[in-house]
Structures are given as C-alpha cells and as structure tokens.
C-alpha cells in the first residue's frame, strides 16, 4: 500500500496537475476567443486586451439563443419530470409481481436499451408529420421520454427489487390503497435512483442535438444547440462571434456542473452499478 | 446492463385484498402493485419506438418513401445499393473503426486518469471535477471548439511551430488521413472523465484488505494491478466497453460540428450517412435499410461482448 506521500505521489500530481490544465485548453480557448474583438490577431490562446462583450451581445440576438435557450429548458424539464413519473410507475409493478406478464413487460422495455434510435427515425418521422407534431416542442418531448424509459425503467426496477416491503406493509395497515401508498410512501424512498435519473437525462436532453435537429430545425422553435449549428453555418470562421454563442449555450450547464459536481459524478457513476 | 438475475420474490404480492390485518407474526399483508401503473410507460414506448422500429425493420424491404401511401415490397434491394454504395461503405469501414479505436484509448486514458485521482494525491477532488467537465459539454459545441483548434492557424499548430515542430503541423482536419483520428481524439477528450469516474467507483469497491494481504504476500504495484486490481475491475470494463462501443457506433454530432463527415467520406459515420440520404437526398429506402445494416451490427457487437465476458468471468 502506497498511503503516504512521497516523491513518486508527487511526481504523479505535478503529472496530473498538468494533464488537467492540457484539459482545461479547449474551454480556456473557447472563452478567450468569445472575449476578442473580431479582427484581432493572434490565435485561441492569445490574449487580445481590451476583451470585448460585443460578440456576446450580437450573438445573442442573431442567433436568436435566448427563445432557444428557454426551449431547451422547457423540452428539459418536462421530459425529465414525464420520465420519473412513468419510469417510476411502471417499476413498481414490474419489481413487485412475479406473474408472466410483468417480466414480459420487463423484457420487452429494457430490450429498447439495444435498438438505435436510427431504426425508427423514418417512419417515426413520417408519423409525427401526419399528426401534425412537426416543428413542435411536444414531438422532442414524447421521442424523448420513449427513448429514455428503458433505462429509466431498467434503474427503478433494480433499485425496488431490492428495497423491503415493510415500509408499504406499514401504509397498508395505516389504511393506504396502492396509489397512495405508491406516491407517499414508496416514491420518496427511491430519492437516489431519482437523483441518478434526473441527471443522466437532463444533461443528455440538454444537449442532445440529433432529435431536435430533425423535429425543430428550420422552425422557429429551436433548441440551443440547434440555434447554434445555424448560426454556425451562417457566420462560417467569424470565431469571435461563433465562439460567444457557444459560450452562452453551454453557460447554464457548466454553472450547474460546477455547482452539483459532486452529486453529477455521482450520479453518473451510480446509474450504472447494474 | 446484462440481463438481471436477482429477482426477490415479494412475499405475499398475491396474498388477498388489502385490509387483512397481519394477524400471526411473520405474515406478510397483502401489497398490490396495480398493473395499470406500467401503462403510460408502455404507452409511450411503443409509440415513440416499438412501432416504428419494427416499420422500419419491415420498410427496409420496400420501396415505402414516407409520402405516398402505398408501397410494395423490393426484396433485398435496398440492401444490395447500401452495398454497392461507396460512401456506405466507407460510412460503416469509418463507423466501425471510429469505434473501436475510440473504446479502447478512452478506457486505457479513463483507467490511468482514474488511478491517479484514486488516492493520496492532494488534488484529486479537484482533478476530478476538471477531468469530468468535458462530459457534460454539448457535444456539437465541443466539436466547434475542437474544429477551430485543430484548424491549419489553430492552437495545435501553433504549439508545434512554437516547439520547433512546425514540420508536424498540417490541416488536421482536412487530410482523410488524420480527420477520423482527429474526431477520435476530441471524444477521448471529452468521455475519459466519463470512464475515469466508473472506473473509480470500481476501485473503490476494492477493499483495502485485499491489496494489504497482496503486498504482504510479496506482489509488486505492477504485478498487484495485474493480478488482483484488474480482475475486480472486470464489471467496470465491461459497462465501459459497452457504453464506448455503442456511443461510437451511433456517432453523428461531433462529426457533423467537426468535418460535417468530409473530406470527401474519409469521416462519414453511418448516422450521418442515414441522416444525409434521407433528410438531404430524400432516398428514404437506402436510408432506412442502413439503419437496419446499423442496428444489426450493435446488436452483433453487444453479444458477441456478452459473450466474451461471461467466459472470462466464469
């Protein structure tokens, strides 16, 4: 066991110490650029002084980021809050009867862990123009939520599986039908495995670009990063500019990130103990 | 992910209606977990993929073009032009080895990044958070800033001229030589924190106790990694593995902000390609059956995976 300190723990750290700042360059660069004005010379890391709020400002309005920005917040937080609700629903049953049917239903959910979503996208696509979903927030939404409920699914049931009866023993003799049972007692009991959905999904919808390409792009309800592939193709190269509406897309989640990375890593790593 | 086997029987789920006090100890009340709790979920799954997947499945044997109606069943030619196709070829050659030299560097960068933050080092909370922030970075956006630094006046160039390398420095991005490679990088870049962070949770399953008798028993670092560290870590490869394999196969949004899949095919992906022939070229049958080429493959893949870690760990 090498618990103490020594020479070699601390050639490891100056190692690592610089690796994390070799990490750290992409984001150094993007938020430097952002800053320049939109002729200066000099590349990524080169700093031009004074720094400039100007692209920030343009890329703003041109990109139209702050309609898209409230998109993708609004596609987030429902998809996620439709996610727990029917994942964690649909787990109850399907850890507590044993009957042919709910192992069925089981097999059948978490056998979507396996098919791309590419399989469907077609007639997906040909269906959500037929009733008239295309280009709004809600055909995001249901794609997300349906892709996601296997895993969700698959998370819910592990964790219930193993969690005792007594607590809803204990409802049902205080009086409590299974609805209520389910939502006042057994719901709150699976606070982790909620963390851990919560947020594996709202950094994966956030920043997912693939469905809202197809579904939003070329509406006017965009989502950022959406927003953003437009706006890249129309300034091609203006990098000042481009890089400032990078940085205000990716603003609110690394504020998130920096302020929940305990629970976020966490999160990531327990989703997947399975 | 595997199958799971642990199903703990509720005792008492088909014991009567609710109300029967328990009246002898030990007896387990009657909970019921109402079966219309699973209908939403279901509801929704079958919508949004279960039906349109096996359409799809089906339409990849037609001429079925999304407008029309009607269509009629072609046999196998679709699959017969997605073969003859060149760039569909190089899409899946591209896919395939995109993939598979992206698992494998980012599992050996996640397992040593993960070792060196495991312990002692002082600042091994905050390399964490620094070596797991890419991963929460939008993927388009992060391709964007990797483009431009890898551009031909970019940051890597210049560090090379800087260095005296400036032999080295090319259009990283506009050679096919180096373009895939250059995407691969990028996605080690950002997903190493991710395997680093499951890789952690795997070494910190290992108890102390077990390395202590190992280095007791005479067994060096190297030899201690080898025969005791790495075997434990065998669930932890394998999710690894598995996450690796399947996000690279399905790669579309930092090769359409990198390299929009050029130059020429040399980064085509089969996503992009699917995208591309349906939403650009409008052959939605060509599009269709490679994304059953594409299912059929991961599917391949994950129990050909399956596979190989069942014998290793039994």
Not at chain 1, 245 to 253: A, D, H
Not at chain 2, 45 to 50: L, Q, T
Request: aromatic share 12%; with cysteine.
């Amino acid at each position: 066991m090498d618990a103490r300190y020594t020479w070699r723990t601390l050639v490891r750290e100056a190692t690592l110490i610089l690796l994390a700042l070799l990490f750290l360059v992409p984001l150094a660069g993007l938020l430097n650029v952002s800053l320049k004005p939109q002729d200066s010379e000099g590349g990524a890391l080169a700093f031009a002084w004074p720094p400039t709020l100007g692209n920030y400002a343009r890329a703003w309005d041109e990109a139209g980021l702050g309609a898209a920005l409230a998109n993708s917040f609004v596609i987030t937080v429902v998809s996620v809050a439709l996610i727990i609700a029917f994942a964690a629903a649909a787990a109850y049953p399907l850890a507590r009867v044993t009957r042919g049917w709910s192992r069925a239903t089981f097999f059948l959910l978490v056998g979507g862990l396996l098919v791309p979503g590419q399989l469907a996208l077609l007639p997906l696509y040909a269906t959500m123009r037929d009733v008239g979903l295309l280009g709004t927030l809600w055909a995001v939404i249901l794609i997300n939520v349906g892709q996601q409920i296997p895993f969700s699914v698959f998370l819910y049931t592990m964790f219930l599986r193993e969690l005792p009866l007594d607590y809803e023993e204990a409802a049902l003799l205080d009086g409590c039908g299974p609805v209520r049972s389910f939502v006042t007692v057994v719901f709150p009991l699976l606070r982790p495995v909620t963390g851990t959905v919560v947020i594996l999904n709202a950094v994966g919808i956030w920043n997912e670009f693939f469905t809202p390409l197809l579904y939003l792009g070329g509406s006017d309800n965009t989502t950022a990063p959406v927003a953003i592939y437009g706006f890249v193709s129309q300034y091609v190269s203006q990098w000042p500019l481009i890089f400032a509406g990078l940085v205000i897309s990716v603003v609110p989640i690394l504020v998130l990130y920096f302020a929940l990375q305990k629970h976020i890593i966490k999160g990531f790593a327990g989703g997947l103990k399975g | 992910m595997a199958a799971p086997h642990a199903t703990t029987t509720p005792p008492g789920a088909r014991a009567p209606a609710a109300r029967t006090p328990a009246t002898a100890r030990g007896q387990r009340a009657g909970v019921r977990a109402p079966w219309w709790f699973v209908v939403p979920a279901v509801a929704v799954y079958v919508f949004i993929v279960v039906v349109p997947s096996v359409n799809g499945a089906v339409f990849s044997f037609t001429d079925w073009n999304g407008l029309r109606p009607g269509w009629s069943f072609v046999g196998l030619g679709n699959y017969a032009d997605v073969l003859a196709d060149r760039a569909a070829r190089d899409a899946l050659v591209n896919t395939l080895l995109l993939a598979a030299t992206a698992t494998v560097v980012q599992n050996v960068a996640g397992l040593l990044l993960a070792l060196g933050v495991n312990r002692v080092v002082r600042s091994r909370y905050v390399l964490r958070v620094v070596f797991f922030a890419p991963v929460v970075l939008t993927p388009l956006v992060a391709g964007y800033v990797w483009s431009f630094l890898l551009s031909p006046d970019g940051a890597l160039n210049e560090a090379l001229r800087a260095a005296g390398l400036g032999a080295l420095a090319h259009d990283w991005l506009g050679d096919p030589g180096t373009a895939l490679y250059a995407v691969v990088a990028e996605i080690v870049w950002q997903f190493a924190g991710y395997s680093m962070v499951i890789y952690l949770a795997g070494l910190q399953a290992i108890p102390a106790e077990v390395l202590e008798a190992a280095t007791i028993d005479g067994a060096g670092a190297w030899s201690r990694f080898r025969h005791v560290v790495l075997p434990l870590l065998n669930g932890a490869v394998v999710i690894n593995v598995m996450l690796c394999l399947i996000g690279g196969l399905k790669q579309f949004d930092q090769v359409m902000a990198m390299t929009g899949g050029g130059p020429g095919t040399a980064t085509e992906t089969i996503s992009t390609a699917i995208y591309k022939s349906a939403f650009s070229l409008g052959d939605y049958p060509f599009s269709i059956a490679l994304a059953v080429v594409m299912t059929a493959v991961i599917a391949v893949l994950a129990a050909v995976q399956f596979r190989l870690t069942q014998r290793r760990s039994s």
